[in-house]
Nanobody, 117 residues
Framework: QAQLVESGGGLVQAGGSLRLSCAAS????????MGWHRQAPGKEREFVAR???????YYADFVKGRFTISRDNAKRTVYLQMDSLKPEDTAVYYC???????????WGQGTQVTVSS
């Protein structure tokens, strides 16, 4: 069964850090891009970061310089290191496998990140 499972969310104070992980099973991982998205209460889901199979990286402007995406193909895991967190980063964070630019075919269940002021 194809699965993406996120972990690492939690409650943190503004200025703190969290590291999210997304472990893939039952699906091809290394030859696909992987992305992180987030959805805050009452808002649409938005793109956060993407890493291609070749290691090219893209970030949303609002996380540049604060978040770092990486992947470990041997562990079939993609990471999102989040530093200098702000209350507006509060959201459910989802990882997804990329089929093509902007198109994702498998999604995880999400992990809650809450940043207190």
């Amino acid at each position: 069964q194809a699965q993406l499972v996120e972990s690492g969310g939690g409650l943190v104070q503004a200025g703190g850090s969290l590291r999210l992980s997304c472990a893939a099973s039952g699906l091809t991982f290394g030859s696909y891009a992987m992305g992180w998205h987030r959805q805050a209460p009452g808002k649409e889901r938005e793109f956060v970061a993407r890493i291609t199979s070749a290691g090219s990286i893209y970030y949303a402007d609002f996380v540049k310089g604060r978040f770092t995406i990486s992947r470990d193909n041997a562990k079939r895991t993609v990471y999102l290191q989040m530093d200098s967190l702000k209350p507006e980063d509060t959201a459910v964070y989802y990882c997804a496998r990329g089929r093509s630019l902007g198109v994702y075919d498998y999604w995880g269940q999400g992990t809650q990140v809450t940043v207190s002021s």
